[in-house]
C-alpha cells in the first residue's frame, strides 16, 4: 500500500491505482520470470505475416480485414489454411527526402581512352591481343533468333572489364555470359575449353564447348562482342550480383536459353 500511497500523492486517483494493484498481484510470480520475447514468439510463430508499405490508410486496411476475417474462415477451401488472422507488418514508405536526395553520388568510370575525342559505340580491338579478330564490330547488332537490330549503348575493347558479352557460333546461336575480369581473358578461356574439350572423358565441357565440338565448329570460328558496360557504384556493392541481373535481362532478352541459345541455366535468385 505504500507505493498506492506513493502514486496517489502524485495525482492518480485511489480507485485506479487499487485496480492496478490487484491486477498485478494475481498475476503468478512464474509467469513474471518468462521472457517477453519468448512470449512474443509463441504468439505470433505461426501467424502469416502480411508485409506492405505503410500509409495513410494502413490502419483502416489492417481494422478491415480483421472484421471480415470471419468470411474467409467459413470458405470451403481456404478455411482450413487461415486459422489465425495475419500479422500485419510495415515497411517505410519513401519519403519526400528520398524523392529529392541521392545516397549515391554516383558511378565509377573506367573507360580507357582509346579514342581521341568521343569515342564510338560498340567493341573494337585493342591491337595488342589476339581477341580482336573476332570481334563483331559496329554500334549494332542483330537479334540471334528474331534478326532485328538491336542499338548498342557502350564502348568498349579487349581489354574492358566488368561487361555482359554475347558470343556466336556459326549456326547463328549465341551465348551471353559475364565477367568482371578483362573481357579478353574470359574470351580466351571459352577458345581454350573448345580447343581441348573431351566429351568423352568430361573435361573443358562447357556449353560452348560441347556445342561447338558436337556440331564440328572451332574455335576460330568463334564471334564475340560486348553487350553492355556494367557501371558499378561509387561505395562498390555486391559487383557479382549486379553483373548477375544484367546477365539475366540479356538472356531473356536475347532469347539465348536452350533450345532457341546457348545458355543452360536461367536463376532469378540475383533480384532477391
Known sequence: ????????????????????????????????????????KRNTGKRLPFVSTYNAHSDRIKSIVYRHWEILEKDRHYGTLFREKPLFSYKRARSVGDQLTRTDIGVRCSRQPTFFGTPQKGTYPCLTCQCGSSIIKGNKFNHPSKGYEIGLKDFATCTTMGVIYMIKCPCGKAYVGKTKRQIRVRIGEHKRSIDNCDLDRMKYVTPVSRHFKTHGHNSKQLRWLVLQVVK?????????????????????????????????????SCFY
Not at 24 to 40: D, F, P, Q, W, Y
Open 1 to 40: 500500500m505504500e507505493m498506492v500511497q506513493r502514486f496517489e500523492d502524485r495525482g492518480y486517483s485511489r480507485d485506479f491505482l487499487v485496480k492496478q494493484m490487484q491486477k498485478a498481484m494475481g498475476v503468478e510470480r512464474v509467469n513474471l520470470l518468462v521472457s517477453t520475447e519468448n512470449i512474443k
Open 232 to 268: 558499378f557504384p561509387m561505395r562498390g556493392g555486391n559487383q557479382d550480383k549486379i553483373l548477375l541481373q544484367q546477365e539475366v535481362l540479356w538472356i531473356e532478352k536475347l532469347n539465348t536459353l536452350a533450345p532457341m541459345g546457348l545458355n543452360e541455366d536461367l536463376s532469378y
